[in-house]
């Protein structure tokens, strides 16, 4: 028997505690499992030289200007705010209506979508990975009529929760095939809304080259064929926790480009910049163990300290 064949044995054994420990959590009082979260995630984060390097390097990539210690303080800081997401997207996967209506605290550019939607415009929502990205998501299909693609997860317990999650309130989900991006390509004609993460790396073929905050960022070509395709006008949103941490406030800005650029690289270099700015005004609240830099024109890995941190 092969590693992947055992790998493949062993998933739904992981599915089943995965899912019991996510149960465990979501019906622990908040406070107590936003605590516990973060004690969990500052003691990986200080057990696992791969993670931490992984931080590291992309706080001294995105602030080249920090010093050792600032980039330090922001990295634990990122991981305390980091720790908190796994309670707050169960309040999203496992709350109802009302719940997630209660979690936010306010909507700030709701009317550039409202406006879209009266006029029968389809919309993209590029979403980058900062907050609470699923609570956010959620509140979009309770309120309006959305339509995304959805990557199954190996895990089968876990590809179930999350995928009955992001369809519970009248989202529908397709396949990341090309039947799925063809069928929302379709509903996006009909005036429906979607959303997208942006700041994912593609798979090769499905990317270009441009600058994130300065270094080269293998890019998604996907969110400017869809506009181009769908003719849908584009907004950026994301969703923070309020400063007294009691609740959230989902925000929507208009794109700061000409959304309608046909060049991907003129569009994808604009769409990085609007999210770098995004990032820097929220930077403690973004994914920083990513490796949004992984793939380089040369072949380089900037995470390669060692082969096995590399792996």
């Known amino acids: 028997m092969d590693n992947r064949q055992k790998e493949n044995q062993l998933f739904p054994l992981k599915g089943f505690f995965a899912i019991a420990l996510i149960k465990f959590i979501y019906w622990l009082p908040r406070t107590f499992s936003r605590r516990l979260s973060q004690f969990i995630n500052r003691l990986i984060f200080f057990l696992s030289a791969k993670k931490r390097h992984i931080v590291l390097t992309n706080l001294k990539i995105a602030f080249p200007s920090l010093d050792h210690e600032e980039i330090s303080v922001l990295a634990k800081n990122s991981m305390k705010q980091n720790g908190k997401l796994l309670p707050e997207f169960l309040v999203a996967w496992f709350g109802d209506r009302q719940q997630i209506e209660n979690e936010i605290s306010d909507i700030g550019g709701r009317e550039i979508i409202d406006q879209f939607m009266a006029n029968g415009d389809p919309v993209i929502i590029a979403a980058p990975h900062i907050g609470n990205w699923e609570l956010m998501g ?31 309130f009248g989202g529908k989900l397709y396949s990341t095939d090309s039947k799925g991006i063809l069928n929302l390509l379709r509903s996006l004609r009909k005036g429906k809304l979607t959303v997208v993460l942006p700041d994912q790396v593609p798979k090769q073929g499905s990317g270009i080259y441009v600058p994130f905050f300065g270094k080269p960022a293998y890019t998604m070509t996907l969110l400017n064929k869809f506009v181009q395709k769908s003719k849908a006008q584009l907004v950026f949103g994301y969703c923070v926790p309020r400063d007294n941490h009691q609740g959230f406030d989902i925000k929507f800005e208009r794109p700061t480009f000409d959304s309608f650029e046909s060049d991907p690289a003129i569009f994808n270099l604009a769409m990085n910049r609007q999210i770098e700015a995004i990032i820097k005004r929220y930077p403690e609240q973004y994914v920083w163990d990513y490796k949004r830099f992984k793939l380089q024109p040369d072949g380089h890995n900037p995470y390669a300290k060692n082969k096995k941190l590399a792996d």
Not at 138 to 148: E, G, H, L, R, T
């Open 138 to 168: 959620q509140w979009i299909q309770i309120n309006y009529p959305m339509v995304a693609l959805y990557a199954s997860s190996k895990i089968p317990q876990i590809d179930q929760l999350v995928f009955n999650a992001r369809s519970r």
